[in-house]
C-alpha cells in the first residue's frame, strides 16, 4: 500500500498567519490527493480534492498544489475555526490511505 | 437534507461479532461508491471497506479483510459493516462516508465500537 507521509505533525500558529502542510506520498498517485479538516468529536470535512480543486462552500484561503508524490495544502491567512487537525489522504487502485495529521493549534 | 447517519456501535467481547448501519437520505446509495472509515481514540484515520453496489465492485483494507463484510439494501437506502471476529485494535469510531471523485465528500457523525472484556 502506498503510505502518506504529513509534516508538520503540529504547528503553532496566530490568526492571520500563513500555514502550509505538506503530504509525501510512497509513490507517484498522479493528481488523486485529497486534503480534510477535523475538529474535536466531529467528522472529517472535505477541503480539497483532485490535489487543487476546492469542494464547494470551503472558503478561498485554503488551496492545494503538487504532483506525483509532493502535495501542500496552505491556509493563506489563518482564522479562528481554523483550529483543527489537517490529513492527507490518497486514493490509488482502491487502497485509500490516510496521514498521520497535522494539528494546528494557536500560539 | 443530505445526509447519512451511522448507528449499531457498541461494547463487545473479543471473538464477538456487531453489524453496523449507515441509512442515506437526500440521495440514492446506488448512485455512489461508499466506503467505511474508522479512527481509534485519539488516532489518526483508516480506510476500511468499499462498495459500489452498482457494480458489485468490494475492496476491503488487509487489517480486517475476512473478518468484515461490506453490503448495501438500496430499497432500505442503507450500508452495512457485519464485523467479525473482532479484536482490540478494532476499538474505533467508525463512519460512513460517500465516495466522489477518488476523495470522500459527506461523512456520517459516526458509530463507537469498543472491543473489550
Known amino acids: 500500500d502506498i503510505q502518506m507521509t504529513q509534516s508538520p505533525s503540529f504547528v503553532s500558529a496566530s490568526v492571520g498567519d500563513r500555514v502550509t502542510i505538506t503530504c509525501r506520498a510512497s509513490q507517484d498517485i498522479a493528481k488523486w490527493l485529497a486534503w480534510y479538516q477535523q475538529k474535536p468529536g466531529k467528522p472529517p470535512k472535505l477541503l480539497i480534492y483532485a490535489k487543487s480543486t476546492l469542494q464547494s462552500g470551503v472558503p478561498s484561503r485554503f488551496s492545494g498544489s503538487g504532483s506525483g508524490t509532493d502535495f501542500t495544502l496552505t491556509i493563506s491567512s489563518l482564522q479562528p475555526e481554523d483550529f483543527a487537525t489537517y490529513y492527507c489522504?490518497?486514493?490509488?487502485?482502491?487502497?485509500?490511505?490516510f496521514g498521520q495529521g497535522t494539528k494546528v493549534e494557536i500560539k | 437534507e443530505v445526509q447519512l447517519v451511522e448507528s449499531g456501535g457498541g461494547l463487545v467481547q473479543p471473538g464477538g461479532s456487531l453489524r453496523l448501519s449507515c441509512a442515506a437520505s437526500?440521495?440514492?446509495?446506488?448512485?455512489?461508491?461508499l466506503n467505511w472509515v474508522r479512527q481509534a481514540p485519539g488516532k489518526g484515520l483508516e480506510w476500511v471497506a468499499y462498495i459500489r453496489s452498482s457494480t458489485s465492485l468490494i475492496h476491503y483494507a488487509d487489517s480486517v479483510k475476512g473478518r468484515f463484510t461490506i453490503s448495501t439494501d438500496n430499497g432500505k437506502n442503507s450500508l452495512y459493516l457485519q464485523m467479525n471476529s473482532l479484536r482490540d485494535e478494532d476499538t474505533a469510531v467508525y463512519y460512513c462516508?460517500?465516495?466522489?471523485?477518488?476523495?470522500?465528500?459527506?461523512w456520517g457523525q459516526g458509530t463507537m465500537v469498543t472491543v473489550s472484556s
Open positions: 437526500g440521495f440514492s446509495l446506488s448512485s455512489f461508491s
Open positions: 489522504q490518497q486514493a490509488d487502485n482502491f487502497a485509500w490511505t
Open positions: 462516508a460517500r465516495d466522489q471523485i477518488y476523495a470522500f465528500d459527506l
